[in-house]
């Protein structure tokens, strides 16, 4: 059985980090260690929410009592999401470097949450420059959306070329396997978006139908099945299929609800039998 420890936010309300990310991974029959970095009532996306963010101290304290258990020998992988802060970044590394000290098999996946197209940078002061600088060279696999690849790889991205030459990049910091989420380029069709995963396996496309939502949490849900899909298989492009088709079904589900949260237990059947698959053609 696949474990991962899983370091992100939480809402008691709705889903987003760890909200996101878990259900799916134990659907798919993954035993998940959830850290949560902050506790809040709900996404920010409302305006307005309580709880706190947790402190850097307490993620490590966390981490500590799990390696007192004596088990990190048994993590696949470490999955984070929202940092909220750069110490708490510096304390999801140093769970990296011990958990791969237990197990030099361990993977790192980082979900280099920045910002979005249309949004810009919506996390605090540092985290950018954290994120470039130490996270994404530390990672075996990142995940960042359109506006994220620009930012880390620094440059534009307008062309399918220009998003393998960003992919390139960045795989020469560090990260083997890259998935970009919510890719436009030139070449996307109208009515369409696209996704990519790059490795060292090649570089694979998967193109679906663009749905009328925009949903906190989507990109919480699709690195956490991407990466354990990886995990099982290898391949970059059987992890991008998987995790694309059942994105697609849980949005979908979502959309046709009009609901403002993501369906995730009621559309829990797309994780492990998505109802339209999708397949990764090369590029």
């Known amino acids: 059985m696949t474990q991962i420890l899983s370091i992100q936010s939480h809402v008691a309300y709705g889903h987003v980090g760890n909200a996101s990310a878990v259900f799916p991974l134990q659907r798919l029959g993954v035993e998940v260690w959830a850290i949560n970095t902050v ?27 799990i390696a007192e258990r004596g088990v990190l020998g048994r993590c696949d992988g470490v999955l984070s999401g929202y940092m909220g802060a750069a110490d708490i970044g510096a304390a999801i590394l140093d769970a990296v470097g011990q958990v791969k000290a237990a197990n030099p098999k361990a993977l790192y996946c980082c979900d280099p ?23 994404v060279p530390a990672a075996d696999i990142i995940t960042p959306n359109h506006f994220e ?72 849900a699709i690195a956490a099945m991407f990466f354990v899909h990886w995990l099982s298989t290898n391949s970059s492009a059987t ?40 397949t990764a053609s090369a590029i």
């Open 39 to 65: 506790e809040f009532s709900n996404h920010t996306g409302y305006g307005a929410w309580r709880g706190q963010v947790f402190d850097a101290a307490l993620v490590s304290d966390l981490v500590a009592g």
């Open 113 to 135: 949450v920045i910002g979005d197209v249309g949004r810009g940078i919506f996390v605090r002061p540092g985290i950018p420059e954290f994120m470039r600088e130490r996270a």
């Open 149 to 220: 690849l620009e930012l880390l790889a620094g440059r534009t991205v307008t062309r399918l070329d220009e998003a393998v030459a960003a992919c390139d990049a960045l795989h020469a910091v560090g990260p083997k396997v890259i998935l970009v989420t919510s890719l436009h380029t030139q070449e996307t069709p109208d009515g369409f978006i696209d996704l990519i995963a790059s490795g060292p396996d090649g570089r694979f496309l998967v193109r679906t139908p663009r749905l009328d939502v925009s949903l906190n949490g989507a990109g919480d």
């Open 239 to 278: 992890a991008l299929a998987r995790a694309a088709s059942s994105i697609f079904g849980l949005l979908e589900r979502t959309e046709k609800a009009q609901s403002r949260e993501l369906l995730l237990v009621e559309a829990q059947d797309e994780f492990v039998a998505p109802s339209r698959l999708f």
